[in-house]
């Protein structure tokens, strides 16, 4: 494993989606996760710009919500789109995105 694999991870990526969204193949996807070999920068750009579109929208939703009035329950019913070009069309963003919106809301019970 490397660093690059935990990143796609992190933003539940899996080969394919990388290789799409990075533009570059699934052989390099691969050689970078299984190796020491690191991607070149622009690599690791991409995936700064689709961290900070997950983190955005999670920041986004939880000033959006009404914590006045926020149940525990409402927790398990968010739902959220990513913005953006490089993470809106990908499951794996999107679930990362709402993850960190539902981990903020909760900390309103905390």
């Not at 750009?45 to 919500?65: C, F, P, T, W, Y």
């Amino acid at each position: 494993m490397s660093n690059f694999s935990d990143m796609m991870t992190y933003l539940g990526l899996d080969t394919s989606e990388a290789a799409m969204v990075l533009n570059v193949s699934e052989d390099e996807i691969l050689r970078w996760c299984s190796t020491s070999e690191a991607p070149p920068i622009h690599i690791w750009q991409g995936l700064v710009r689709m961290l900070d579109e997950i983190r955005l929208s999670a920041e986004e939703a939880a000033k959006s919500a009404d914590l006045d009035h926020l149940d525990a329950t409402d927790l398990n019913r968010i739902n959220l789109m990513v913005p953006g070009g490089t993470a809106s069309d990908l499951a794996g963003p999107k679930r990362a995105a709402t993850a960190l919106a539902v981990a903020t809301l909760a900390r309103v019970f905390v």
